[in-house]
């Protein structure tokens, strides 16, 4: 069974348990909240297996509810149940996953491609018909700013034909195992 190292992943971890065992939620009281939990920021929820294997990962570069705390419970249910490119987790997988909790900065626009760092920034773009994505630092398989700038838009949804009028931002993350 996994073994949180961080109070984020120990969030995440016991909030997967917790509903796919029950289908409830469980939440603290604010008042018992760390105050860097009560934050309004953004963070991304990734479940892998034993073999490392992606099992389930949800997230937004921008903070969909009011608090951290909050962020994490829903991005570990969406990821464990909603995630359409996986299988819903079952009890019977709960021995044998493993959970990462990445902590996004405020996106910053783009000035120059030769200061983004595929390994450590991540890449949000936005399209000029409102199609919007983000690739997240580190991404297996990606190398150079290139292929970087491909993956998000690819992510985003946006076709070559589409490929005037783009806005990037990078951020960076902080992980929580």
């Known amino acids: 069974m996994f073994h949180a190292k961080t109070k984020y992943a120990k969030i995440a971890f016991e909030t997967i348990l917790f509903y796919v065992s029950t289908g409830e939620i469980k939440k603290k009281e604010r008042a018992k909240i760390s105050p860097d939990l009560r934050l309004k920021r ?7 297996d034993n073999e490392n294997n992606l099992r389930g990962r949800k997230g937004s ?9 909050e962020e994490i419970i829903k991005n570990s249910i969406d990821a ?3 995630d359409n490119d996986f299988k819903p987790l079952t009890n019977n997988d709960l021995n044998s996953i493993k ?3 990445d902590v996004l900065s405020t996106p910053q626009r783009v000035e120059s ?9 991540g890449l949000y773009v936005t399209g000029p018909e409102g199609q ?3 690739i997240l630092p580190g991404t297996k398989g990606i190398k150079t700013t290139g292929q ?3 993956a998000a838009k690819n992510a985003a949804g946006i076709t070559q034909e589409g490929n005037k009028n783009l ?3 990078f951020f960076k993350i902080a992980s929580y195992e």
């Open 99 to 101: 959970v990462k909790v």
């Open 132 to 134: 919007k994505g983000f």
């Open 167 to 169: 806005e990037y931002s």
């Open 80 to 82: 464990a149940v909603h």
């Open 113 to 121: 491609f030769e200061d983004i760092k595929p390994q450590k920034h």
């Open 61 to 69: 570069i921008f903070p969909q509810t009011s608090t951290l705390y």
């Open 148 to 150: 970087f700038l491909e």
């Open 42 to 48: 953004a963070c991304v929820v990734s479940i892998f």
